[in-house]
């Protein structure tokens, strides 16, 4: 199994607090060193990090935590290997481009006897179910609509797909394309909502706390959704099985 | 205008002391500030660096020059923005997928007038005319070929297709799918084997020499590829006008 970490913020934010916690899950509070991931998205740009070394070591995850990138949607992954060697090709996060934009897709789960027909031209380049899910997802997409279409019929789009995937297994997701971000639970995934009046938390695998009233401005907002809650101090909700949530803006849209 | 830097080995090779050279030419030794990138294969796997920071300064250039990533195929890129701003997205190399494997890109030139038909799904994110001409030449290949053909087939296409994107202005261009590196030159490109005996080298733009000799073995094979020679003291060789050069394994493929 693995874990997923997603932020969706209303203006550019770095993950750095919180990418810290969750890199010690990949072998010091936990047991998640079959490499890692993190995309940050700076407007229609993306950064996409993949090391197939664990994040509580890897120099490129020494980097991610020194480094305060800007970004308003942001998905990184800790891997713990069930289909798929431990290669670079098989670290999450994956990319493909459609309709002009990057779609960048994480996942967390085991899908069984999933063999999707893949008959467009999004192929997986390497070995696990989850990217095999992804791309079935952007085919899916693509021939369900002929160009970008809003976030409310991407969402429903989005939730029809998830829940035929889901038939095959744990299914936990994380999907951005740089302007929302999609995120579908089926065992386990939290959220919550940094906003004004910030307070400070303290994070759940690392004795370290931050106070957000001195970093922000009234007008921030910022969403983060996390397999396990990050903050010892914080309210995280849980999703239920089968929710699929959207984030827009450092927003929850909650009728979408 | 930018510069442009390839690597093909026969064995995962790390690039840091060349590309040590190369970065100095975005500010110290050169103009090439806004961005950089960096694209390394391992297998069919992919990490691709890319910053709108100049790659003297970035944190990210600083990473690529302390962690000596090994990969077989390597393409680098410091740009000088002619067409398209300073953004995130205008940084190269660019990444598309294709029969199951992740293609990488980068240019050097302007192409002036161009305006190509995209009728396919590859479209690009940025606005500079180096994407636009990737997303042409991948719907291309994807058009003359069914699937994944030999290097030589794929060889021939590529030399038609630079042939007709030239026609709009300056096309020196890299590409690589993690098998072959194509190389393409309008205007300045060099390349160089090094192979046993293995010799020494001083870099052009920075106080630094390497014996390879003590590093390598005598199977070892190197290409490098750049838009200047990269060391003093080797035997860089021009490109004509029009050529495609397509190294493999470290080999220059003379008949291809």
Same mark, same amino acid.
């Given at each position: 199994?693995?874990?997923?970490? *997603?932020?969706?913020?209303?203006?550019?934010?770095?993950? +750095?607090?919180? %990418?810290?916690?969750?890199?010690?899950?990949?072998? &010091?509070? *936990?047991?998640?060193?079959? *490499?890692?991931?993190? /995309? %940050? %998205?700076?407007? &229609?740009?993306?950064?996409?990090? +993949?090391?197939?070394?664990?994040?509580?070591?890897?120099?490129? /995850?020494?980097l991610i935590k020194n480094y305060p990138i800007q970004s308003e949607n942001v998905i990184a992954h800790i891997r713990k290997a069930t289909v798929g060697e431990v290669r670079l090709e098989n670290c999450h996060p994956f990319c493909r481009e459609l309709w002009g934009r990057y779609w960048v897709f994480s996942h967390n789960g085991d899908l069984k006897n999933y063999a999707p027909r893949l008959h467009s031209h999004f192929r997986p380049v390497g070995s696990t179910d989850s990217e095999l899910a992804f791309c079935w997802i952007m085919q899916e997409l693509a021939k369900a609509h002929a160009g970008m279409p809003s976030i409310a019929e991407l969402s429903n789009t989005l939730r029809e797909l998830a829940q035929v995937v889901s038939r095959y297994g744990t299914f936990n997701f994380m999907l951005s394309n740089g302007v929302a971000l999609w995120t579908h639970c089926t065992t386990s995934l939290f959220h919550l909502t940094r906003q004004f009046p910030f307070k400070s938390a303290r994070l759940q695998d690392e004795d370290m706390a931050v106070d957000f009233s001195q970093l922000t401005t009234r007008d921030d907002r910022v969403a983060l959704i996390a397999t396990e809650p990050l903050t010892t101090d914080e309210p995280w909700e849980p999703y239920s099985t089968g929710e699929l949530k959207v984030f827009m803006k450092g927003e929850y849209l909650v009728d979408i």
């Amino acid at each position: 199994m693995c874990q997923l970490l *997603g932020m969706n913020c209303n203006t550019p934010t770095d993950i +750095v607090f919180s %990418f810290t916690g969750f890199a010690n899950r990949a072998g &010091k509070t *936990g047991i998640h060193t079959d *490499g890692f991931g993190i /995309a %940050f %998205f700076e407007g &229609k740009g993306l950064r996409l990090f +993949v090391d197939s070394q664990p994040a509580l070591t890897s120099p490129v /995850a020494v980097l991610i935590k020194n480094y305060p990138i800007q970004s308003e949607n942001v998905i990184a992954h800790i891997r713990k290997a069930t289909v798929g060697e431990v290669r670079l090709e098989n670290c999450h996060p994956f990319c493909r481009e459609l309709w002009g934009r990057y779609w960048v897709f994480s996942h967390n789960g085991d899908l069984k006897n999933y063999a999707p027909r893949l008959h467009s031209h999004f192929r997986p380049v390497g070995s696990t179910d989850s990217e095999l899910a992804f791309c079935w997802i952007m085919q899916e997409l693509a021939k369900a609509h002929a160009g970008m279409p809003s976030i409310a019929e991407l969402s429903n789009t989005l939730r029809e797909l998830a829940q035929v995937v889901s038939r095959y297994g744990t299914f936990n997701f994380m999907l951005s394309n740089g302007v929302a971000l999609w995120t579908h639970c089926t065992t386990s995934l939290f959220h919550l909502t940094r906003q004004f009046p910030f307070k400070s938390a303290r994070l759940q695998d690392e004795d370290m706390a931050v106070d957000f009233s001195q970093l922000t401005t009234r007008d921030d907002r910022v969403a983060l959704i996390a397999t396990e809650p990050l903050t010892t101090d914080e309210p995280w909700e849980p999703y239920s099985t089968g929710e699929l949530k959207v984030f827009m803006k450092g927003e929850y849209l909650v009728d979408i």
